[in-house]
């Protein structure tokens, strides 16, 4: 590395001001602190000096998926095969779900680093790590089976309307891959939900009684009976829940994983523990209501309170969605508040909505708008009870 540093640091006086590239400056700039750390430092105003930089965050955040992204990867693979009818080493299975979400990892980081190098190209700005975790994040958050032009389309849509109109990484106040997902679900929804969009079938014949339909789908149509199947009509267990070895998004189906990779964000202090535990309460005692009061919008009373949270994107939205700072509360109190909101509002979107069976996205976006006003209300309600602690002479 420190070879490569020499050649590269040669050649950095060409893209500074007055160099023959100096127009490409905030490309060359990304690339370099990409590969390197800056060596330039604030020296007045009010800056917090600390070792953990926004890249060191978001390169975290992309180590805490990875459990999650590995393991998508292979169950993509273990349900193709499934529903084919063959058995195949754990190898064949992990690479074929590696080439079949490939595509989609590319288009993802392609469209949106390429809009966000253009932008800060244009505006003489830094190109910010944001999208390193949020490229990661869309194609895990859609069905394995999304045409890479649909999520071209989405990319581009999320970071030019959702995040470089506000100003950047930092300045957005909706969370840019959900608002990718939102965007796929609302104008291509025959692609966003179903049974054959979960799970990569090519040409090959499914065997008979294959069903695609995530547990959650089986859920809203009620077709399932007193259990819930898998992609053959096999009853799963709650290992296979908890491991995820079933079809969905496919990184968001294992929560042995999710708690992996949530325990990493929680041990290094990227996620803040409040927003977790509350949206988690807050989910729990939506589900343990609903299952207690059954109605006819939501008849199914065998799925306890703990499948509720285990099933679909709920724990993925709270580790990974909910927790990022820049479009959650600021103050404690009103962490607690936007926590517990979220795991509200997507319990009770997923029960008593039966077309659209995944309440956690949109959840998550309705609390991102409330964010700024559940922080004013705190704020304000501080003040008022400090102003009435004084005492006027």
């Not at 095969?81 to 080493?89: D, P």
């Not at 895990?140 to 995040?163: E, G, H, Q």
């Not at 965007?183 to 009684?209: C, E, I, Q, R, T």
């Not at 992609?231 to 070895?245: R, Y």
Request: with cysteine.
């Amino acid at each position: 590395m420190k070879g490569l540093k020499q050649r590269i640091d040669k050649v950095k006086p060409q893209f500074e001001k007055g160099g023959r590239f100096s127009k490409l400056h905030s490309v060359f700039d990304g690339f370099y602190t990409f590969l390197f750390t800056p060596n330039e430092t604030s020296r007045s105003g009010v800056h917090i000096h600390d070792a953990n930089d926004s890249k060191r965050t978001m390169i975290t955040v992309v180590i805490a998926l990875l459990p999650c992204c590995l393991f998508g990867m292979w169950n993509v693979g273990y349900q193709h095969f499934l529903a084919v009818g063959e058995s195949r080493g754990f190898f064949e299975l992990f690479f074929y779900g590696f080439f079949a979400v490939l595509p989609q990892i590319l288009t993802a980081y392609i469209v949106g680093l390429g809009i966000e190098f253009v932008v800060a190209q244009i505006r003489g700005h830094e190109i910010q790590e944001g999208f390193l975790v949020s490229g990661i994040l869309i194609p895990m958050i859609c069905p394995v089976d999304t045409p890479c032009w649909m999520l071209a389309v989405a990319v581009a849509f999320a970071v030019i309307f959702a995040k470089e109109v506000f100003g950047g990484t930092g300045y957005n106040f909706l969370n840019v891959a959900l608002v990718t997902r939102a965007f796929l679900f609302f104008s291509y929804p025959s692609k966003m939900s179903g049974d054959h969009v979960f799970v990569k079938l090519g040409s090959d014949l499914a065997v008979d009684g294959y069903s695609g339909a995530t547990p959650l789908g089986q859920l809203a149509s009620g077709d399932s009976g007193a259990v819930i199947t898998g992609i053959t009509g096999q009853p799963l267990s709650c290992s296979d829940i908890f491991f995820g070895l079933y079809p969905g998004s496919w990184g968001e189906t294992s929560t042995f994983c999710i708690l992996l990779g949530g325990a990493i964000l929680l041990l290094t202090g990227i996620a803040n523990w409040r927003i977790i535990v509350s949206a988690l309460l807050g989910g729990f005692g939506m589900a343990a209501l609903a299952h207690a009061c059954a109605s006819p919008l939501y008849p199914v009373t065998y799925v306890g309170p703990f499948e509720q949270l285990a099933l679909g994107g709920f724990l993925f939205a709270v580790f990974f969605m909910a927790t990022d700072p820049v479009t959650a509360c600021r103050t404690n109190t009103g962490k607690w508040i936007y926590g517990a909101l979220i795991g509200i509002v997507a319990i009770v979107i997923r029960c008593y909505n039966t077309g659209y069976p995944e309440g956690a996205m949109l959840s998550v976006l309705l609390l991102n708008c409330f964010a700024p006003l559940i922080d004013y209300c705190v704020v304000n309600a501080n003040i008022r009870r400090r102003m009435k602690r004084l005492t006027i002479k």
